[in-house]
């Protein structure tokens, strides 16, 4: 338990500051930055409550608000993949989990992960750029930067998740 | 009532959703630039100076760029230099350095501050750039923020060392601006879609221009000095009914390559400002 703890602080600290110290800084194609810090909603333990993942899930999204700059808009994107966590992990894993472990590979098969990681990345991508662009209209550039979001974000989901489960 | 409470609780997390999404939006909605606190941006200390640690390396990978620029910028000083010392006719004697030209010199009320910064953004459609300078540095909201190549933005938010910058590269910023070899000017106004171009709109039917000709700030608002460099023409669209062009200005600054910046305080600012709100006072 106080594992899992140390273990949820300590990759909290690291996704948020390998979020604003590199990835800001990456413009791939000039229209989007991979969203890497996603990752640690998606590896959330199994049976903490649904309150907790929700709280936690949009205390990173403001936390990263703060370093770019965007009040609210990671945190409603964040807050609502939370909420839809659960639903999506029923969605994905058809048999009983077992409590406190954590999604990955081994757990749930490479396909399954992927899928579940896809269906929160999507969402949580479309809400923030719907949000962004909310004084803008010009739905192609629209599309094509989150379809490209999303690319790199999965991207580096399962290229990460596939050293964790190396290990 | 007590199965009432028991279905709350069942569904709590339904609770803790809307009131976090709710708060979220609330944050998202309450848009006017001015009103956004500092403690959630990051001009605020902790996220300032994380921020800052990032921004530090990156400058070492810049310094041999930036010394290229310090380069260019000083032939192009020095040339200039000389270029005046012949028109006021002292090229001749080179020796001579007594001479002061403050009492034929009209008054320039502005002063640079130079800053680093610390932390940019390109890609959105909203961007910010942060940078390290702030109150206790002498800057204020407002106030205007070049490159050495050309206008970045203007001054948003300010903690006590860091401040918020709306660059050109957001559509809150609008900024006046004229075609440098004749007076017509129009507003400027960055449309989201590519970081090395903003468009020119506003400008009156009748203004000559070519494709290639600079953009200068026009000097109208109290931020930048006249004649800043913004950028180059680089194509036009006429539209029918309007009786304005639109121009696409390439922009002279390169917002994706951008570290040191500075500030401009116009130190008759607030007199312009006071007697602007007079004179519309009056009007009423």
């Known amino acids: ?167 | 009532m007590r199965k009432l409470i028991e279905f709350v609780l069942h569904k709590k997390h339904w609770l803790v959703f809307l009131l976090l999404e709710i708060l979220s939006l609330f944050l998202v909605y309450q848009d006017n630039a001015y009103q956004k606190s500092v403690f959630l941006s990051s001009a605020n200390a902790v996220a300032g100076r994380i921020l800052s640690v990032s921004a530090s390396v990156n400058s070492y990978f810049k310094l041999w760029d930036e010394n290229k620029l310090l380069q260019e910028q000083n032939r192009l000083l020095q040339k200039q230099l000389l270029a005046l010392r012949r028109q006021v006719g002292i090229s001749d004697s080179v020796d001579f350095q007594g001479f002061m030209t403050d009492s034929i010199m009209p008054y320039f009320p502005y002063e640079f501050i130079t800053a680093g910064v610390i932390s940019n953004s390109v890609t959105r459609l909203s961007n910010y750039i942060t940078i390290d300078k702030g109150r206790e540095d002498g800057i204020s909201p407002d106030m205007g923020v070049v490159s050495s190549n050309g206008i970045v933005g203007v001054v948003s938010l300010v903690s006590d060392n860091m401040s918020v910058v709306i660059p050109m590269l957001n559509p809150k910023l609008k900024l006046s601006c004229r075609v440098s070899r004749n007076t017509y000017f129009g507003t400027l106004v960055w449309e989201g879609k590519d970081e090395t171009e903003a468009v020119l709109t506003e400008l009156p039917k009748h203004a000559e221009f070519s494709i290639g000709d600079t953009i200068v700030t026009s000097g109208y608002s109290s931020i930048f000095p006249e004649g800043v460099c913004v950028g180059y023409i680089a194509g036009y669209e006429k539209s029918q009914e309007e009786a304005f062009y639109s121009l696409r200005v390439k922009l002279a600054t390169d917002f994706s390559a951008l570290n040191n910046v500075l500030v401009i305080k116009n130190y008759n600012q607030e007199e312009q400002l006071k007697i602007e709100e007079e004179a519309i006072g009056n009007d009423k």
Not at chain 1, 18 to 44: D, E, G, H, M
Not at chain 1, 84 to 101: H, Q, W
Request: charged residues 10%; glycine residues 6%; aromatic residues 14%.
């Open chain 1, 1 to 167: 338990m106080i594992n899992n703890l140390i273990r949820g602080i300590a990759s909290f600290i690291i996704l948020v500051l390998l979020q604003v110290w590199v990835l800001n800084n990456i413009y791939l194609f000039r229209i989007a930055s991979p969203l890497l810090y996603v990752y640690f909603i998606l590896k959330l333990p199994l049976g903490i409550s649904r309150c907790y993942i929700i709280f936690f899930s949009f205390l990173i999204g403001l936390v990263i608000d703060m370093f770019s700059n965007t009040p609210g808009m990671h945190a409603a994107a964040c807050t609502f993949i939370g909420f839809l966590r659960e639903p999506v992990l029923r969605f994905c894993v058809n048999r009983d989990l077992e409590s406190l472990s954590t999604p990955s590979y081994s757990l749930f098969g490479l396909g399954g992960f992927f899928r579940y990681a896809l269906i929160l990345i999507a969402v949580h991508h479309i809400l923030l750029y719907v949000l962004e662009a909310a004084t803008f209209v010009s739905p192609l550039l629209l599309t094509v930067r989150v379809i490209v979001g999303i690319a790199l974000t999965l991207f580096l989901v399962c290229t990460v998740e596939l050293f964790e489960h190396k290990r």
